[in-house]
């Protein structure tokens, strides 16, 4: 990274239906938990649906403890849970001007737009002034980054981080992110026969569409000259569009393949651990990720998707993954990918069931969403293979 230093991870923190903290949902997934369950007539809805939803009494009695519950909607709340304990594990002041806020999601308030909702202003559905919302509880001065890129936003969202602490105009940005589930989003995805009926599987042959989940998730970053050992470092984001559909991911992985070369330029491929993919266990964005992962010669590179643990957290997901990817390498550990059995891709992976170990110090995490987009970090520990 030259003289620009390097950009470290100092904290971070998941909210989930697996716990209130980073450490008890590592170690909920290390040994294979789920809370995806089937929900029949959830929000009066006539099709029944396979999710992983939080207990919102439990966060609501969290969040009792910060601040008054009247006054924020439970997306913010899920928000500020995690952004305030990573927060104060980085130790840092929010309230200077040094600090920025981004915040990663694609539904945000959504659920403001029912008319049956009467409790919160409707402008709360822009995802600006949600934003704003919670960086006025850190009394933050800045105005907050909101990345809404589909599928890709939780990756997008810390290479925004990245760009911003590489110009120095910031010490410290807080990348957040968070989806809550609702009727508007569920019978978005039942609409497009998106969803499974059962517990996903991707990458499986018998795979049949994705779950949905609630989530946030948040990870502190900074800039320094150099990285300790064990300090893990974002080296190089991508975003590629490759506009192949309005819903369909290209079947060349076109999007794809540019930005996992993009992030590994002249890096051994066998250096990394694994590729954390997005996994959503649909028909074509398995396939698709097959396929660019082969053109981008990493077909022998262990892969994992964690889908089957939280379902599709959306605009968490990026975010939540990448964490969990950081404490699996910690633990020299690559995850099983749950839900996975019989290889049903045509472009053969490296995916297994159970935990693995390993000694290696990187890995890249891959996200591809509707309209074509796709992103790409890598992530390595120390920063010497940055």
Same mark, same amino acid.
């Given at each position: %990274?030259?003289?620009r230093? %390097?950009?470290v991870?100092?904290?971070?923190?998941?909210?989930?239906?697996l716990? %209130?903290?980073t450490?008890?949902?590592? !170690? !909920?997934?290390?040994v294979g938990?789920?809370?995806?369950?089937r929900?029949?007539?959830?929000?009066?809805?006539?099709?029944?649906?396979?999710?992983? #939803?939080? @207990?919102?009494?439990?966060?609501?009695?969290?969040?009792?403890?910060?601040?008054?519950?009247?006054?924020?909607?439970?997306?913010e709340?899920m928000?500020?849970?995690?952004?305030?304990?990573a927060?104060?594990?980085? *130790?840092? @002041?929010?309230?200077?001007?040094?600090?920025l806020?981004?915040?990663?999601?694609?539904?945000? &308030?959504?659920?403001l #737009?029912?008319? =049956?909702?009467?409790?919160?202003?409707?402008?709360?559905v822009?995802?600006?002034?949600?934003?704003r919302?919670?960086?006025?509880?850190?009394?933050?001065?800045?105005t907050?980054?909101?990345? +809404?890129? /589909?599928?890709?936003?939780?990756?997008?969202?810390?290479?925004? !981080?990245?760009?911003?602490?590489?110009?120095?105009?910031?010490d410290?940005?807080?990348?957040?992110?968070? @989806?809550?589930?609702?009727?508007?989003?569920? +019978?978005?995805?039942?609409?497009?026969?998106?969803?499974?009926?059962?517990?996903?599987?991707?990458f499986?042959? &018998?795979?049949?569409?994705?779950?949905?989940?609630?989530?946030a998730?948040?990870?502190v970053?900074?800039?320094?000259e150099?990285?300790?050992? $064990?300090?893990?470092?974002?080296?190089?984001?991508a975003?590629? &569009? @490759?506009?192949?559909?309005?819903?369909?991911?290209?079947?060349?992985?076109?999007?794809?393949? =540019?930005?996992?070369? /993009?992030?590994l330029?002249? %890096?051994?491929?066998?250096?990394?651990?694994?590729?954390?993919?997005?996994?959503? !266990?649909?028909l074509?964005n398995?396939?698709? $990720?097959?396929?660019?992962?082969?053109?981008?010669?990493?077909?022998?590179?262990?892969?994992?998707?964690?889908?089957?643990?939280?379902?599709?957290?959306?605009?968490a997901?990026?975010?939540?993954?990448?964490?969990?990817?950081?404490? /699996?390498?910690?633990?020299?550990?690559?995850?099983?990918?749950?839900?996975?059995e019989?290889m *049903?891709?045509?472009?053969?992976?490296v995916?297994?069931?159970?935990?693995?170990?390993?000694?290696? =110090?990187?890995?890249?995490?891959?996200? +591809?969403?509707?309209?074509?987009?796709?992103a790409?970090?890598?992530?390595?520990?120390?920063? $010497?293979?940055?």
């Amino acid at each position: %990274m030259g003289g620009r230093g %390097m950009i470290v991870s100092i904290a971070n923190n998941i909210i989930s239906p697996l716990g %209130m903290s980073t450490t008890e949902n590592y !170690a !909920a997934v290390k040994v294979g938990q789920s809370k995806l369950q089937r929900y029949e007539g959830r929000w009066g809805l006539p099709e029944p649906f396979v999710a992983s #939803l939080i @207990d919102r009494e439990g966060v609501e009695q969290a969040f009792a403890a910060l601040a008054d519950n009247a006054k924020y909607t439970f997306f913010e709340k899920m928000l500020i849970l995690s952004a305030s304990k990573a927060i104060a594990e980085a *130790g840092i @002041d929010t309230s200077s001007d040094r600090v920025l806020f981004v915040l990663s999601t694609t539904k945000g &308030n959504v659920f403001l #737009l029912d008319k =049956r909702e009467t409790g919160f202003p409707k402008e709360r559905v822009l995802l600006g002034v949600a934003a704003r919302q919670i960086t006025d509880f850190f009394h933050n001065p800045n105005t907050p980054i909101v990345i +809404s890129n /589909a599928c890709i936003s939780g990756v997008c969202a810390q290479i925004e !981080a990245l760009r911003n602490l590489e110009s120095g105009t910031f010490d410290y940005v807080v990348v957040m992110g968070c @989806d809550v589930q609702s009727a508007f989003i569920v +019978s978005g995805f039942q609409s497009f026969k998106a969803l499974s009926a059962e517990p996903c599987k991707p990458f499986d042959a &018998n795979r049949c569409g994705l779950n949905l989940g609630d989530a946030a998730a948040t990870i502190v970053y900074t800039r320094k000259e150099t990285a300790a050992p $064990e300090e893990w470092v974002a080296c190089r984001g991508a975003i590629r &569009n @490759d506009a192949n559909h309005i819903s369909g991911p290209s079947r060349t992985g076109e999007g794809s393949y =540019r930005a996992l070369k /993009a992030v590994l330029g002249d %890096m051994d491929p066998e250096r990394i651990a694994f590729i954390n993919a997005h996994g959503t !266990a649909t028909l074509y964005n398995d396939e698709m $990720e097959s396929v660019a992962i082969e053109r981008a010669g990493l077909a022998h590179v262990p892969v994992n998707g964690l889908k089957g643990y939280y379902g599709h957290t959306m605009g968490a997901a990026g975010v939540l993954e990448t964490i969990l990817s950081m404490k /699996a390498i910690d633990d020299r550990n690559i995850l099983a990918t749950r839900g996975y059995e019989t290889m *049903g891709v045509t472009h053969p992976l490296v995916v297994s069931n159970q935990n693995q170990a390993t000694e290696k =110090r990187a890995f890249i995490k891959l996200l +591809s969403g509707f309209g074509g987009c796709n992103a790409a970090l890598l992530m390595a520990k120390g920063g $010497e293979l940055c």
